[in-house]
């Protein structure tokens, strides 16, 4: 196959290249920045059809989107604009140059989020019966833009005119890699440096996925065509935060981690530039269509994820 990556530079991008790369498929990724790698690479402003990389899309078999600001910042006006910006005007792009292409591609893949759903402690939310964020009478402001954003960035996908493309909103928790740099490493500092206790009051539900299974998933969801529309991408074991991080410690050999309070969290946030709703909200999320569909997980409970992603964290470190 052909498979073009949007926004393919980031961590998970990196995941998918890397698997369709070793699997000998022609990988292509879109970036405003383009890096040496071993799969090709271009060009693209994220917003306008102008340049070559439109015609990458056409005569592909796959086009994955995972075009978007990073939210690990405070949600000030400006970022507030990037952040819905780079979503929705890639997704508009995207889709302008899929209706335009001779060749369109079977499959788009576009990317969305589980924060859709909202902050939720009492039933998991799969596609069928979860309940959308936004409103939630105590939700704080921050955490309403980021459902309004997450509704904005599938309505485009809906929206666009690809008729000859099928499409899939990807509404993905958490993806746990042991690449450095991402939300594992960054929990596991934690835990290595006695500070991975809970969060808050620990209550809030943490969606997770092993990076093995995301792979696996987003190569199933291209081979089984029946599949369309909002897809969730987790595991289907999501579990309170006080349980996540007791499991990690253990997997890494840990028995004590300091808890973090919610204020002491608010001043952390404000000092790193970020915001609480990444470790506060819960996050209950279930793979309803995905475990319809006959998917399998190989790491469904966290305890053993955190225990294989710690020793390929050692493995890549030694």
């Known amino acids: 196959m052909k498979v073009v990556i949007p926004g393919g530079s980031g961590q998970v991008g990196t995941l998918l290249a890397r698997a369709f790369h070793r699997e000998g498929h022609d990988v292509v990724v879109l970036s ?16 306008t059809i102008r340049g070559e990389w439109a015609h990458e899309i056409d005569g592909a078999n796959v086009v994955i989107n995972l075009v978007g600001r990073n939210v690990n910042c405070r949600y000030n006006a400006a970022n507030r604009r990037e952040i819905l910006s780079s979503r929705v005007n890639s997704v508009l792009a995207v889709g302008e140059a899929i209706r335009m292409a001779a060749q369109p591609p079977e499959v788009w893949l576009q990317a969305s989020t589980a924060t859709i759903y909202a902050h939720r402690y009492e039933a998991p939310n799969d596609e069928a019966t979860g309940a959308l964020g936004g409103t939630e ?41 042991a690449d450095a740099g991402g939300v594992f490493d960054v929990l596991l500092r934690l835990v290595r440096f006695g500070l991975g206790g809970r969060s ?7 969606s997770w996925i092993h990076e093995a299974d995301f792979v696996r998933a987003v190569f199933w969801l291209i081979a089984h065509e029946d599949v369309e ?46 915001e ?30 955190a225990r294989d992603l710690c020793e390929a964290w050692r493995k890549r470190r030694a």
């Open 32 to 47: 405003r920045s383009p890096v040496q790698a071993a799969w090709r690479t271009a060009l693209w402003d994220g917003r």
């Open 137 to 177: 009478p105590t939700a704080p402001d921050t955490w309403r833009f980021s459902t309004e954003v997450a509704r904005a960035w599938e309505r485009a996908r809906a929206e666009a005119n690809t008729p000859r493309t099928r499409k899939v909103a990807l509404r993905s928790a958490m993806t746990m890699s």
């Open 200 to 206: 808050g009051d620990g209550r809030q539900y943490v």
């Open 229 to 274: 529309g909002p897809i969730n991408v987790s595991a289907p074991c999501p579990l309170p935060n006080a349980e996540f991080m007791r499991a990690l410690r253990q997997a890494w050999g840990i028995s004590f981690g300091l808890p973090a309070t919610s204020w002491m969290l608010e001043i952390g946030a404000f000092l790193l530039r970020t």
């Open 276 to 305: 609480t709703e990444l470790v506060l909200k819960s996050r209950r999320v279930t793979p309803g269509r995905l475990l319809q569909s006959g998917f399998e997980f190989q790491f469904p409970a966290w305890p053993e994820a």
